[in-house]
């Protein structure tokens, strides 16, 4: 307990002589993050709780306002909860970049929709993504195994050309070396396969870093109310924030995913070299044998990832430690025991062409499109089951999610593969170069993007269609003032561009579709010729053989392109902390939800965040008896509604909730509605005391809680002006600016609206009546249909 309810508690429950406890105003920023002076418009604030990650702070006059009671009768004591260093941080925050696709297939788990029922169907759900989520691990593996495996050790050292230019090869090389220890093939692929171990190891110290820091932060150790049903809202389950138990199998089953791939690699050429006749029958054995082991090992990697979920009805605190410790280890040892055989003696073994075992990018390609296809089928049954007509896709979210994350993964390996062989080998003849399914990949890149340009060019006709519609619109609902044709559109279209975030489920479902299509017909070419696009394309028409030619060179340089774009931003990231204050953005939103399906993507926030307010709400509520207002902007109202959820019944009862600029309905119910939809929106409004949320529509993030019959009118407040005033006035003699997302505090309706909802927690005394526009009917808590409160 900190400072502030240590002299509460001692002073009893702080009052002002009247019966009014001290009220309280929680705020939490949105995404990009801001200061603690900023947020409680005071140059001098003080943390009362926390660390130097996330803390709670107050003004410097308010630390001890618990024992002065009256100063605060017209307002509420206002903190800043400030989590930004959460998604920011230090420079290594810049590594997460390399998790990109584990972030993006972790989403798809979290979309499925909404369902009645049917719990096996559920988890075959999260098992696949699960299972999608490992073919990433071994795709990226594979990628850095294909780069220092076949592309350096295997074909670049052993072609004397391509090593004579790269002086650091030299002691691969049976010509640069005068064929030394090191020359032989299976030695070269041993001492190469440690890069891509390392990274294994990166990944695995990454997650386990994070999972310290994160997963093993404790919520509220509660058991459900007696009027509480479990199974109805999962973020209001004790263990919803807990993930430490399935995160720790999944890094050990991923990480021994990593070193069994690498040692795939490594195990493959030599076993195939052994095989051939004549050949030692000794190491033919050890080979069998050590493939048979490797087999063996993978199925068993599978089955840990298929054989548990989370578990979210009880706080999980038990570890599988011999699991999390054995599995990772036994891969080691397979690992160690892969080196040993390749790099036995071998005399005669000689590397040329490509690497055996390129085809195992082909068969990760396969894997991936099944899994997607059954992906979306389990998510139609479940759609069908209680369907949604706000649910992004018809519930098929999750499913072009996972799409687009293996394709994300796919470029990612691709571009690498790509920019490395073409440095190896400058002259462009020397090297075969990555595998062929690689370049087909690459060559889908062109006709993808223009589909985007095309549907982007669409998007962009049809928000200016809109925007001129609402000029007549700004015209209208400024009819008695002077117009002025430029600021009527400059309003207009910002309504316009806030309407682009509708359209999302249109662009994520175009490009996932093509995707999946264009990548399905590379593997197809790339498997029926075994040739490039440009190679398979000779003897063909000329408009087919130039096409083929240029979407070949053309995707080479595009991919060329965004890897070194990838790796500036991320040197920048690294080195300017406003740079990852830009990443940590996209951090805010793909990271809001646990590590379900792959335990290396970037760390939750939330399991931070959540537990951090949950605890700060329930303490102060226990140790003062005030009343609390939890005010969220953006991202922030997500962490206010989730942290509300977590709270004990009665706690929750004497909590006001305040969103505005919410993302909660808009984005998150639609791409997540077994979680944000409107039942689990309709039992949050219930379950608190009361809630009223703000937007505009100029805001391109935030919307209407949209809750059915008469709960979306006691939630939701008519739009607000934005701007503040059209033309100059009295109060507003210079332009008013578009505020669209920002700057909600300086609408009066924030403080009237915070008003309110104290004046709602007040006990014994009634709420203002609603009048007008301004209050929406049912916001003094007598709507009907929807069920309200009129004191705590």
């Not at 001129?468 to 003032?481: C, K, P, Q």
């Not at 805010?588 to 537990?611: I, L, M, S």
């Not at 005033?725 to 505090?745: C, V």
Request: positive net charge; contains cysteine; charged residues 20%.
């Amino acid at each position: 307990m900190d400072q502030t309810q240590e002299r509460a508690a001692r002073n009893g429950a702080a009052d002002d002589g009247q019966g009014t406890p001290t009220a309280l105003e929680l705020l939490v920023h949105g995404v990009g993050g801001t200061t603690p002076e900023r947020m409680l418009d005071d140059p001098r604030t003080v943390r009362v709780t926390g660390d130097d990650i996330a803390a709670v702070f107050r003004r410097a006059e308010d630390t001890d306002a618990e024992t002065r009671p009256g100063d605060h009768r017209e307002r509420p004591v206002p903190e800043a909860y400030v989590w930004c260093n959460l998604t920011s941080g230090n420079g290594t925050r810049a590594l997460w970049l390399l998790l990109l696709p584990f972030m993006v297939v972790n989403l798809a788990h979290w979309m499925r929709p909404d369902t009645r029922g049917r719990k096996r169907t559920v988890r075959l759900y999260g098992l696949l993504v699960r299972l999608a989520g490992l073919t990433l691990t071994v795709l990226l593996v594979a990628a850095a195994a294909e780069v220092a495996l076949d592309l350096a050790a295997w074909q670049c050292a052993g072609t004397e050309a391509c090593a004579t230019r790269h002086s650091w090869l030299g002691f691969l090389s049976p010509a640069g070396s005068g064929s030394g220890w090191w020359s032989p093939p299976g030695r070269r692929l041993a001492i190469a396969a440690l890069v891509p171990a390392a990274l294994t190891g990166l990944l695995w110290y990454l997650s386990l870093r994070t999972w310290r820091a994160y997963e093993s932060q404790q919520p509220i150790d509660r058991d459900a109310a007696p009027e509480e049903d479990p199974a109805r809202i999962a973020l209001g389950r004790p263990g919803f924030w807990y993930g430490r138990r399935l995160v720790a199998r999944l890094r050990a089953a991923h990480t021994a995913a990593g070193l069994l791939t690498v040692a795939t690699a490594v195990t493959v050429p030599a076993a195939g070299h052994d095989r051939r006749p004549g050949g030692p029958a000794a190491l033919d054995l050890a080979g069998w044998l050590l493939l048979t082991a490797l087999a063996a090992a993978a199925v068993t990697v599978v089955f840990v990832v298929c054989r548990r979920g989370r578990r979210e009805r009880l706080l999980d605190v038990a570890l599988d430690e011999h699991l999390v410790r054995r599995l990772p280890l036994a891969a080691l040892a397979l690992f160690a025991l892969a080196l040993l055989y390749a790099g036995w003696a071998r005399p005669g073994w000689a590397s040329a062409g490509r690497l055996p075992g390129d085809a195992a990018f082909g068969g990760i390609a396969l894997v991936q499109g099944l899994l997607v296809v059954a992906l979306a089928v389990v998510a139609h049954l479940l759609h069908r089951t209680a369907p949604d007509p706000r649910a992004a896709m018809r519930g098929l979210g999750g499913p072009a999610v996972a799409m687009l994350a293996c394709a994300l993964g796919g470029v990612m390996s691709g571009g690498v593969a790509q920019r490395v062989s073409d440095w190896l080998d400058g002259t462009g003849t020397s090297l075969d170069g990555p595998p062929t399914l690689l370049t087909w990949q690459a060559s889908v890149i062109p006709p993808l993007l223009a589909v985007v340009l095309a549907l982007c060019a669409l998007l962009a006709r049809t928000t200016w269609l809109r925007a001129r519609a609402e000029r007549t619109t700004v015209t209208g609902d400024h009819a008695d003032e002077a117009g002025d044709p430029a600021r009527t559109r400059r309003i207009a279209a910002a309504r316009a561009m806030a309407g682009l975030t509708d359209r999302a489920p249109l662009l994520i479902a175009v490009v996932s579709t093509a995707t999946f299509v264009l990548g399905m017909g590379a593997l197809a070419g790339a498997t029926a010729t075994d040739r490039t696009p440009a190679e398979a394309a000779e003897g063909t028409w000329a408009v087919v053989h130039g096409a083929a030619e240029t979407a070949q060179a053309l995707g080479s340089w595009l991919i060329g392109l965004g890897f070194i774009l990838f790796v500036t931003w991320g040197r920048r990231a690294y080195k300017d902390a406003s740079a990852r204050r830009t990443i940590g953005i996209l951090w805010d939103v793909g990271t809001f939800w646990p590590r379900a399906a792959h335990p290396f993507a970037p760390p939750c926030y939330a399991e931070r965040a959540v537990p951090d307010l949950t605890w700060r709400m329930a303490t102060w509520t226990r140790a003062t008896g005030g009343r609390l207002v939890l005010s969220g902007h953006s991202q922030g109202s997500v962490l206010a509604a989730a942290a509300a959820w977590q709270l004990a019944p009665s706690v929750r009862r004497r909590v006001a909730l305040l969103t505005y600029g919410s993302p909660v309905e808009r984005l998150y119910g639609r791409w997540f509605p077994a979680h944000f939809g409107p039942a689990a929106l309709a039992a949050l409004h219930r379950e608190i005391d009361c809630w009223r949320n703000l937007y505009r529509e100029t805001d391109p993030i935030g919307g209407p809680m949209r809750l059915p019959g008469d709960c979306g009118p006691e939630v939701d407040r008519a739009p607000l002006e934005d701007p503040l005033a059209y033309g100059r006035t009295a109060r507003h003699p210079l332009p008013a600016p578009i505020l669209g997302h920002g700057d909600y505090q300086a609408d009066p309706a924030f403080a009237e609206e915070r008003r309110r909802l104290l004046a709602r927690l007040r006990p014994g005394v009634p709420a203002p009546r609603a009048t007008g526009a301004e209050a929406p009917p049912g916001a003094d808590g007598e709507g009907q249909g929807c069920s309200g409160r009129s004191s705590a």
